[in-house]
């Protein structure tokens, strides 16, 4: 323990202080120095006593000297709290960080769903037959017609918009099955309640490859 | 240049290095917290905007695009909300807590002043970013904002002019409010903060005298 004094405390102040501090039982070294007045004390002496004792004086700080094993004690546990904040911090940087690099991948909806996708093989569709496929989630069916040209429309009837069309190959349309509408490869209204034309999608084939491709 | 950003950098660290009293304290907690989320509110309008489109057609798709379909933007969109409105109660407590610490008086007011500019600056970011999800509620809180403007005496009309691009909210407020959202209040805000922890660091430090231990 050392207590510390501002360099100019009057001589009658570290007096009375020694006073107290020998009714401890413990010997008073004063050291002046330039920047401030030290009374040094023994390891040996009474902490909390001491404590008591200087609680009134506001003009004198009370330091306590470490132990070599306590300060050791002590800058083990300081490290530990060091390397754990930074663990802590380092952990919520990472949290914080995955929704922003998510966040900055373009959304996975635009990356698996592009607006051209392979609608089969020639091989695969012969003429008077169709194929269904999904483009950007929504069906469309390939048709080949009697003549061998390759049409692609969508797959859905817009007279409700739930029902699925199928190829009637002897009428060489597309029938709905709920409301019996109907519709040509181009994908007009050729019969029934449909209010409007089928929406068309491109058709291009590269070799044995049939791709189906919307705008936008 | 240089020198300049020299200049703010100082400032800042100056204002977080600086002491202060326990009366002060309690002042500047809510200073630097106000300051977080305003930090929060850059890093998540950047990312917004990446995917925002300010034009009437396709607005509100963009905001149902960023909540439903790009990944986390529901969390950043909603991080974005809840921190302006929790700047918006945090400003109001510390103006109120100014005002019984009569910081309105004596020779520091003009802190007090830009203060009250800072506030006022976050509610112009709530009005102007509320308009930008482009929904019905967004509509006519402009509509209705707009004419809260047009019944300031003399100059109301000339300002809700300018504010609107026109007679009517339409195409011309969502680009108008955008910009000043994303580009005119930002750069505003961070000079008047500035300002203002320049000025504690100058005024009020002078003013609340520190007790011998604090020192």
């Known amino acids: ?216 | 240049m240089r020198s300049k950003r020299h200049g703010v950098r100082r400032t800042l660290w100056r204002a977080m290095q600086q002491p202060v009293s326990p009366r002060q304290a309690g002042m500047m907690r809510f200073v630097w917290l106000l300051i977080l989320l305003f930090a929060v509110q850059i890093v998540t309008g950047i990312l917004l905007s990446l995917y925002y489109q300010p034009s009437p057609e396709s607005a509100y798709e963009s905001v149902v695009f960023i909540l439903r379909d790009v990944s986390f933007g529901w969390l950043l969109r909603g991080v974005h909300y809840w921190s302006a409105q929790l700047m918006i109660a945090l400003g109001m407590l510390q103006v109120i807590r100014a005002f019984y610490a009569g910081m309105y008086k004596g020779p520091g007011r003009i802190h007090w002043y830009i203060g009250m500019l800072l506030f006022l600056s976050i509610l112009a970011f709530a009005l102007t970013g509320s308009l930008l999800a482009w929904d019905q509620t967004a509509y006519w809180g402009a509509v209705g904002a707009m004419e809260w403007v047009e019944a300031i005496p003399v100059v109301g009309t000339m300002m809700a002019l300018v504010l609107r691009g026109g007679h009517q909210v339409g195409a011309a407020t969502l680009g108008r409010f955008y910009s000043i959202h994303i580009l005119l209040l930002p750069w505003i805000t961070f000079y008047l903060l500035l300002a203002h922890l320049w000025l504690q660091s100058r005024i009020r430090a002078e003013q609340v005298p520190m007790t011998p231990k604090e020192k």
Request: some cysteine; proline content about 8%; aromatic content about 4%.
């Open chain 1, 1 to 216: 323990m050392i207590l510390v004094l501002e360099p100019d405390a009057p001589q009658e102040l570290v007096e009375s202080l020694c006073r107290d501090v020998e009714s401890l039982g413990v010997t008073c070294e004063v050291s002046r120095g330039p920047r401030e007045v030290i009374i040094a004390l023994p390891p040996t002496v009474d902490s909390v006593e001491l404590q008591k004792l200087m609680e009134e004086r506001r003009e004198v700080d009370v330091i306590p000297i470490l132990t070599e094993p306590e300060y050791v004690r002590q800058r083990g546990r300081r490290k530990f709290m060091r390397s754990l904040l930074a663990g802590l911090g380092l952990l919520s940087g990472v949290a914080a960080g995955i929704p922003v690099v998510g966040f900055l991948l373009p959304p996975r909806k635009q990356l698996s769903q592009p607006n051209r996708v392979l609608g089969g093989r020639v091989w695969q569709l012969s003429r008077n037959e169709t194929k269904l496929v999904r483009l950007r989630g929504k069906p469309v069916l390939v048709i080949n017609d009697e003549f061998g040209n390759y049409h692609a429309v969508s797959a859905l009837c817009t007279h409700m918009n739930v029902c699925q069309l199928e190829w009637d190959p002897s009428r060489r349309l597309l029938a709905c099955p709920c409301h019996d509408g109907a519709f040509d490869v181009h994908g007009n209204v050729v019969a029934g309640p449909p209010p409007t034309p089928l929406q068309t999608f491109e058709v291009e084939v590269q070799g044995d490859e049939i791709y189906i491709s919307r705008e936008g």
